[in-house]
Nanobody, 124 residues
């Protein structure tokens, strides 16, 4: 497993941008697929975005496509989520997840490691 620490959450207004970052502890970071997921109270954690081990291939939930961008820096052991055009419905705790599937995954069950989460609140 790999330890993950998220940062960058906060309170913003609708239409604003925010950049989340996740730092990994493992030198094996470049072999992991990485993803961002989010969760609101009373709901299941849901997929937001994923990136493969190389950073060249990405995938997004329909709800964020065109607004969010996932990227990674294997030399720095980090994965980022740039969020533009934020909406109140984007309010959630955002989690970084790592999977041994190098292509990345949209499935929570495939992520063996999780960060502690970072709160994003978007006011209308």
């Amino acid at each position: 497993q790999v330890q993950l620490v998220e940062s960058g959450g906060g309170l913003v207004q609708a239409g604003d941008s925010l950049r989340l970052s996740c730092t990994a502890s493992s030198r094996l970071f470049s072999s992991y697929g990485m993803g961002w997921f989010r969760q609101t109270p009373g709901k299941e954690r849901e997929f937001v975005a994923a990136v493969d081990f190389s950073g060249r291939n990405t995938g997004y939930a329909d709800s964020v496509k065109g607004r969010f961008t996932i990227s990674r820096d294997n030399a720095a052991y980090t994965v980022a989520l740039q969020m533009n055009g934020l909406k109140p419905e984007d309010t959630a705790v955002y989690y970084c997840g790592a999977t041994r599937y190098s292509k990345g995954s949209r499935n929570l069950a495939d992520c063996g490691s999780w960060g502690q989460g970072t709160q994003v609140t978007v006011s209308s």
